[in-house]
């Protein structure tokens, strides 16, 4: 990426004690640019976003801001500001003085902060709560007051750390379309930490996905759930059947596997694959990518079916094949639906045009 407004160059972190918190973060974020960090649960999303702020100091590598390395530089220097989890308003003071108190430490004066505090509240909604106590507002109304008092400071760079986490579902939703509207109208550029892969598949420009301390994949959304670089990223993202499978041989641009002994799926690979016969890969099975199928031939299997659970459209069938057990998505009306239940015994295939991912284990 040319002129990236974020660089972090071989970040690594090992915290007293020598437990390693990450291990060699390289990532570039563009000007205006919504990315997220998704991965489970002490991976080292928080680490890295507080490394990026100036809350914490890598053991190793640069931050380069525009071109100009940060990495020394203390929190309040960097024009980047933070959304924190617990939102960490004060609550002895009312709305309007949340926000208008980073301006105050710059010496602001008092109307110029008002009138921002002003601009601010309107632009997440909440044009009436100026002199509201902040423990009479609800989770999502906080959860704006804290966007509203980072934005205040119309940082380069806004970190924001599972910023709605605390919120229920439906609210939630609501507040991830406000957020990338927000983001797209002030063209901020945003770093995003989440666990949640929906709402990262859902708000982000690119998503870098982490594992134990390092990034396994950075792209856009559909790549991420289309080209899974590696076994983590696939089962990470989405629902997928990972299938241990043996390479047999390559018939113009269609590959030929063997999955057990009685089912020859043959796909389309996109790119350059080369492969010996006899290599064994893992597929990376999207559930909509195995169709249920009328003949038994040498590209089918036959499945029983285990269970079955109403997903809207399409119902999602557990299908047991030898050991192993498989997703799979049909559509409600298929009209095949009538001989859908468990226990049954059906013939599958794999999706004449599916391009599932080889990954060579
Ligand atoms: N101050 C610290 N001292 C020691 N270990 C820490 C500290 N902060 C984080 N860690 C460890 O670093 C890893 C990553 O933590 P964190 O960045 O908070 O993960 P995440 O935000 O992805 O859940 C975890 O194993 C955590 O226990
Ligand atoms: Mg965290």
């Known amino acids: 990426m040319t002129g990236a407004l974020l660089k972090l160059d071989g970040i690594g972190k090992i915290f007293p004690g020598g437990g390693i918190g990450l291990d060699g973060i390289g990532l570039e974020v563009g000007h205006g640019e919504f990315l997220s960090l998704l991965g489970p649960s002490g991976c080292g999303k928080t680490t ?66 008002e009138r921002k505090a002003k601009q601010a509240l309107e632009l997440v909604g909440l044009p009436d709560k100026a002199k509201a106590r902040v423990t009479s507002l609800s989770g999502g109304q906080r959860q704006r007051v804290a966007l509203a008092r980072a934005l205040v400071c119309e940082p380069q760079l806004l970190l924001l750390d599972e910023p709605l986490s605390a919120l229920d579902a439906s609210l939630r939703e609501h507040m991830q379309s406000e957020l990338k509207r927000l983001q797209k109208e002030l063209g901020t550029a945003f770093v995003m930490v989440t666990h949640d892969q929906t709402e990262a598949l859902s708000i982000s420009d690119r998503i870098a996905v982490m594992n134990k301390g390092r990034i396994e994949q950075v792209a856009t959304p559909a790549t991420l759930y289309d080209r899974p670089a590696s076994r983590f990223v696939a089962s990470f993202i989405g629902t997928t059947n990972l299938i241990s499978a043996i390479f047999q041989n390559r018939e113009d641009t269609r590959l030929r596997f063997a999955v057990g002994s009685d089912w020859h799926p043959v796909m389309n690979v996109p790119g350059e694959l080369s492969l010996m016969p006899g290599t064994e890969v893992t597929l990376a099975m999207r559930p909509e990518d195995i169709v249920m199928s009328e003949k038994n031939s040498p590209d089918t299997f036959m499945g029983r079916v285990a269970s079955i659970t109403f997903h809207g459209r399409s119902l999602r069938l557990q299908v047991r094949y030898g050991d192993s057990e498989l997703w799979v998505d049909v559509p409600r009306d298929d009209r095949a639906r009538s001989h859908v239940v468990e226990g049954a015994e059906l013939s599958f295939r794999l999706r004449p045009d599916a391009m599932c991912p080889v990954l060579v284990s």
């Not at 220097?77 to 949340?98: G, H, I, S």
């Open 48 to 113: 890295t976003l507080r490394i990026i702020a100036g809350f914490e100091a890598p053991t190793s590598g640069r931050v380069l801001l525009d071109g100009e390395d940060i990495t020394a530089r203390r929190a309040f220097e960097r024009p980047v500001n933070t959304v924190f989890q617990d939102y960490a308003l004060f609550p002895n003071m009312n709305v309007q003085e949340n926000i208008e108190f980073g301006l105050s430490l710059r010496r602001m004066a008092s109307v110029e902060r």
